[in-house]
C-alpha cells in the first residue's frame, strides 16, 4: 500500500481495491490493521499504535484514505467530516454516460432489509436518508464514461446507488448493474482528491490518489 501523505498527526493511504476500510468477518487484512502494523514497525512504538480511521471507502473500491496518528487530530478531523466542511471528489467509469453531461442528482436511499444492499427513491420513504451528489462528464471512450463526482451527503454505497439509479451503472459493480466483473472483482471508483484544512497547522490540504494501473483506468483515463 502506498502511503500518500504522512506527518506526525495524519497518515493518508491509496486504498488498494478489494482491501477492507476495517476488519469484517473475512479476517482480511484491512486498511486500518495495515496502517497500525506500518506505524508500529517503522517507528519502533512500543505496544499498540494509535490509529483511527476516519471514513470509509466501500472494499471494492480504492484511493484516498485518511488516518488519525493522535487524538486530538482526529476529534478535530471526525468533526469536519461530520459537519462535511471537507471537499471529497470521487471518479468513476461508467457503462454509458449520463444524460444530461453534467447535473445533480438527489435520491433517498435506504437499505433493502436484509441485504447489503441500498435503493434510490425519487421521493421521500420511511427510514431513507437523503443523498446528494453532483457530477460531471469528464471523458468518454466508446459508450463508458469517465464521471468525476462531488458528494454532498455521505451515505452507504451512495455514489453506485445513484449513478445506478439513472442507468449508469458503475464497471464491474454488478451488485447495482447490468455489468461484468473486472478481473480483479473491483469496482471502478475511485476516491481521486481530499481536501481539507490540516487539524493542526490549519493549512488547506489537498491529497489525490494516482490513477489505477488496469486496462478498465487506462482506457478511459490515462492522463488525468
Request: include cysteine.
Amino acid at each position: 500500500m502506498d502511503i500518500l501523505f504522512e506527518d506526525n498527526h495524519l497518515v493518508a493511504v491509496n486504498k488498494p481495491f478489494g482491501m477492507p476500510s476495517q476488519g469484517d468477518e473475512t479476517g482480511d487484512m484491512s486498511v486500518f490493521d495495515w496502517v497500525k502494523n506500518y506505524l508500529k514497525t517503522t517507528y519502533n512504538k512500543p505496544g499498540e499504535a494509535y490509529v483511527a480511521l476516519l471514513h470509509r471507502l466501500d472494499r471494492p473500491a480504492g484511493g484516498v484514505l485518511l488516518l488519525g496518528k493522535t487524538s486530538k487530530s482526529a476529534a478535530r478531523l471526525s468533526k469536519d467530516f461530520e459537519q462535511r466542511r471537507l471537499s471529497k471528489m470521487y471518479y468513476a467509469i461508467t457503462e454509458r454516460a449520463p444524460q444530461p453531461e453534467s447535473g445533480e442528482l438527489s435520491h433517498y436511499l435506504k437499505k433493502l432489509p436484509g441485504q447489503n444492499i441500498m435503493r434510490a427513491y425519487q421521493k421521500e420513504v420511511a427510514g431513507g436518508q437523503a443523498a446528494k451528489l453532483q457530477y460531471r462528464t469528464s471523458r468518454t471512450e466508446g459508450q463508458r464514461a469517465l464521471v468525476e463526482v462531488q458528494l454532498q451527503t455521505g451515505r452507504r454505497h451512495q455514489i453506485r446507488v445513484q449513478l445506478a439509479a439513472i442507468g449508469c451503472t458503475i464497471c464491474g459493480d454488478v451488485k447495482y448493474g447490468k455489468t461484468e466483473f473486472l478481473p480483479d472483482r473491483s469496482i471502478a471508483l475511485l476516491a481521486r482528491e481530499l481536501t481539507f484544512e490540516h487539524p493542526v497547522t490549519k493549512k488547506l490540504m489537498t491529497i489525490i490518489a494516482p490513477i489505477p494501473k488496469t486496462a478498465v483506468w487506462q482506457e478511459i483515463a490515462a492522463g488525468k
